[in-house]
């Protein structure tokens, strides 16, 4: 079992801890900023462009992070562990990396609780929705030049789960699932719901979205439908995206119990 662990991705940071082998993790990475035991551990190191020989001086046992780097051969080349793990899109790749960080530090038991947990938690908010002929409309915005994330994305299957029609799954052309929408677009679509995931970085807010040209007529902005989101955790597919995903089931609840009946 490792008891010096290097964790150079913040989603799996927060796995780690979750799943209670944060006792073992003796440094993380310049992002990992969650939970505040693992800033109490956190380092200038960075997973998008990792430094070999600062890894090494931490004198690990094994170091987590994602894919999108040749880390696996240079610390394979020092007899250095490692668990790498591509970026989840969906639910199932999440537990499936929860499970496997738990096997790999000897929290199978933990590991297998909190993915029941989280099933559990999910499955209980899409249930909470009231059932509805018209599915309401998303736009979840990235940045503020407008890149969003379509439901080919980890963050696009929380919308799905939900219910939600995504405005970016008509982009078209190969985006990898992040397409960069126009302006045009998005006011043309007029989506019921906007999620701002673009607060921390760029400092998006309600006021920013309102401000914009031709934005102050759009049905989300005119009914205050307009949510400003953690950053950190809509980018993340660890345990908080249940706390993202109840967010999102609020603002579904409030519009549907405005909606008239009969």
């Excluded at 002929?133 to 736009?139: A, D, N, S």
């Excluded at 439908?225 to 999102?248: L, T």
């Amino acid at each position: 079992m490792p008891t010096r662990i290097v964790s150079l991705s913040p989603t799996h940071t927060e796995i780690l801890f979750a799943i209670g082998a944060g006792g073992q993790v003796i440094a993380v990475d310049d992002q990992s900023n969650f939970p505040e035991a693992a800033v109490a551990v956190q380092t200038d190191l960075s997973g998008f462009e990792p430094n070999v020989e600062a890894i090494a001086d931490y004198d690990p046992d094994l170091v987590v992070f994602q894919v999108g780097t040749d880390l696996v051969p240079q610390l394979g080349s020092l007899d250095i562990p490692t668990y790498e793990a591509p970026v989840a899109t969906t639910f199932a790749e999440a537990y499936t990396q929860i499970e496997q960080l738990g096997a790999t530090t000897g929290h199978v038991a933990e590991a297998a609780g909190v993915v029941a947990t989280m099933t559990a938690d999910i499955a209980a908010l899409a249930a909470s929705l009231p059932p509805s002929e018209t599915p309401l409309t998303v736009y979840h915005e990235l940045s503020p030049d407008y890149y969003s994330a379509n439901s080919s994305t980890f963050i696009g299957q929380v919308y799905s789960a939900l219910g939600l029609q995504n405005i970016a799954d008509r982009a078209e052309g190969d985006s990898g699932g992040y397409p960069q929408l126009s302006a045009e677009a998005i006011i043309d679509a007029d989506p019921d719901l906007i999620f701002l995931a673009d607060t921390k970085c760029c400092g998006e807010s309600f006021k920013t979205v309102r401000g914009r040209p031709g934005w102050q007529d759009m049905t989300a902005v005119v009914d205050g439908r307009v949510f400003e989101m953690d950053d950190d955790v809509a980018s993340r597919w660890g345990p908080r995206i249940v706390d993202y995903m109840r967010q999102v089931a609020e603002a579904v609840v409030a519009v549907r119990e405005l909606e008239p009946t009969g």
